[in-house]
C-alpha cells in the first residue's frame, strides 16, 4: 500500500517505531545520521551516515512497508559490526556477499523484513562475515572464481543457491574512502565498539537481546588472538641470518615469506603472573604452561619474571635456559597491578614489553601513570576485562 510520507518521512517514523520494537537496534539507529544522497542508488553507510536514495525507499515501502526497518537496520549492523574496516586484504565483492549474508539474518532473525532482492540464505545462519566469507572464497576457488547467481523473493526469505551473486541494493562504496584516514577510521571503529557496548549493556539490563548477536559482539569487542602473535612486534633480530619460510598457500591467496620466531629474540621484558586469591590452582597451571611456551617460542629471551597480587613477591631475572617449570609462586591475596609498575619504576627498568597474566580482577594504575612502554595484558577470556591501557588479548 503506499503512503503519502516522503522518503524521510518513512525513515524517521521507522526509527521513532523501532524504539518499541527493540531498543537495541533503535540505540544503534540513532548513531548514524540520515542523509538523502542523489549519488546513491540505493542505501549506503560510511559509519558516520546513513545515506538513501529517496525513490529507493518510496519503491521498497511501496511494496512492503515494513522493509523500511530492514533497510535501515542492514546499514546499522553494517557499522555496528565494523564491516568496513575488518576486510583487511580479502577479495573485495567476496567480502560485501558475506557481510551481507551475515547482517540480513540477524535481521530478519528478530522479525524484521528486508527489502526485495537482499541476500538471505539460511546456511550462514549465526555465523560472522569471516566464517562466511572463508567458504565464499573456496567456492569461488573451487569454480574458475566465479560467484555464481542466485536471488531471494520480496521479503528476502527465499533459499539462495551457494555462491550468490551481489545484493541488489545497499552499496559499499563508502566502506574505506580516501578522505579518511587511518586515524579517522581508528576513531569510527573504537566510537561503534562504545556504542555496542553500552547497546549490549542496556538490553542485558532489560532482558531483549536480540537473536544472534551476544556471540558475534563478544567476538567484536573480546576477539581471540594468539598472544604470541601479539609479542611479535617486541622482537629483536638477531646477527644470525633469517630463516625465510613460506606461509601454508592454503591460510592465505598468496605466498607471503616471513621470518621465523625462532631467528628472533625477546630481550628485556617483564612476565607477571596474576597470584591474587581469584587465580584458582588450574589458572596458574595454564599461566606457567604460557610462561614455557614464551622459552620455546624464541631463540633468545630474557628479562624478569614477577608473582604478585596486591604486592609483588617475587621479582627475578630469567633467560632461555631458566627452570621456570618449577618455579614457586607466591600470593593469595587482593589484586592490584599497581606495585608491579611501581617496582620496574624502582629499578630503572625500560622494558621492551610487559606481559602480564591475570583474569583482569584487580586495581589498574591512574591515568596518570599509565607507563610509555608496551603492555600486553593475557586474560582469561570468561572475565571479557578489557585493560584502560597497553593491547588486551585472551585465552580460554
Not at 542523509?35 to 542508488?41: A, F, R, T
Request: charged share 25%.
Amino acid at each position: 500500500m503506499k503512503t503519502n510520507l516522503t522518503a524521510s518521512g518513512l525513515i524517521s517514523r521507522a526509527r521513532t517505531q523501532m524504539l518499541f520494537k527493540s531498543p537495541f537496534f533503535a540505540f544503534l539507529a540513532l548513531n548514524l545520521e540520515v542523509v538523502e544522497s542523489k549519488e546513491i542508488q540505493t542505501c549506503a553507510t560510511d559509519g558516520r551516515h546513513l545515506f538513501y536514495n529517496s525513490d529507493f525507499v518510496k519503491q521498497s515501502s511501496d511494496k512492503n512497508k515494513e522493509s523500511v526497518y530492514g533497510l535501515i537496520l542492514h546499514e546499522v549492523m553494517h557499522a555496528a559490526l565494523g564491516h568496513m574496516w575488518r576486510r583487511g586484504t580479502r577479495n573485495n565483492m567476496i567480502w560485501n556477499i558475506a557481510c551481507d549474508y551475515a547482517v540480513n539474518w540477524i535481521v530478519t532473525q528478530n522479525g524484521f523484513i528486508i527489502p526485495e532482492g537482499g541476500l538471505l540464505d539460511d546456511k550462514w545462519s549465526d555465523m560472522s562475515s569471516e566464517q562466511i566469507y572463508a567458504e565464499l572464497y573456496k567456492y569461488a576457488q573451487s569454480n574458475s572464481n566465479e560467484v555464481g547467481n542466485g536471488s531471494s523473493d520480496s521479503s528476502g526469505n527465499k533459499e539462495s543457491k551457494e555462491g550468490t551473486g551481489e545484493q541488489k541494493w545497499g552499496s559499499h562504496e563508502k566502506w574505506g574512502k580516501e578522505s579518511q584516514s587511518p586515524a579517522e577510521q581508528k576513531e569510527m571503529e573504537n566510537k561503534w565498539k562504545q556504542v555496542l557496548s553500552q547497546a549490549v549493556q542496556n538490553a542485558k539490563a532489560r532482558g531483549n537481546m536480540p537473536l544472534g548477536m551476544e556471540r558475534l559482539v563478544n567476538e567484536l569487542l573480546f576477539p581471540k588472538m594468539n598472544w604470541r602473535e601479539a609479542l611479535m612486534k617486541y622482537l629483536t633480530p638477531d646477527n644470525s641470518d633469517y630463516t625465510l619460510t613460506p606461509m601454508n598457500k592454503k591460510l592465505l591467496p598468496q605466498e607471503i615469506i616471513a621470518p621465523s620466531m625462532k631467528e628472533e629474540s625477546l630481550k628485556d621484558i617483564v612476565i607477571a603472573i596474576d597470584t591474587s586469591g581469584s587465580i584458582d590452582n588450574e589458572d596458574l597451571k595454564v599461566f606457567m604452561s604460557e610462561l614455557n611456551g614464551i622459552l620455546r617460542s624464541f631463540r633468545n629471551v630474557s628479562g624478569y619474571i614477577t608473582a604478585c597480587d596486591a604486592d609483588v613477591h617475587d621479582f627475578f631475572e630469567f633467560d632461555s635456559n631458566s627452570d621456570v617449570v618449577s618455579m614457586k609462586v607466591h600470593g593469595g591475596g587482593g589484586t592490584d597491578f599497581r606495585p608491579v609498575f611501581n617496582r620496574i619504576k624502582e629499578k630503572w627498568l625500560t622494558p621492551a614489553c610487559v606481559v602480564f597474566f591475570t583474569d583482569g580482577d584487580g586495581t589498574f594504575p591512574p591515568e596518570t601513570d599509565y607507563p610509555d612502554y608496551p603492555v600486553l595484558w593475557v586474560i582469561k577470556n570468561s572475565q571479557k576485562t578489557e585493560a584502560p591501557f597497553g593491547i588486551t588479548v585472551y585465552f580460554e
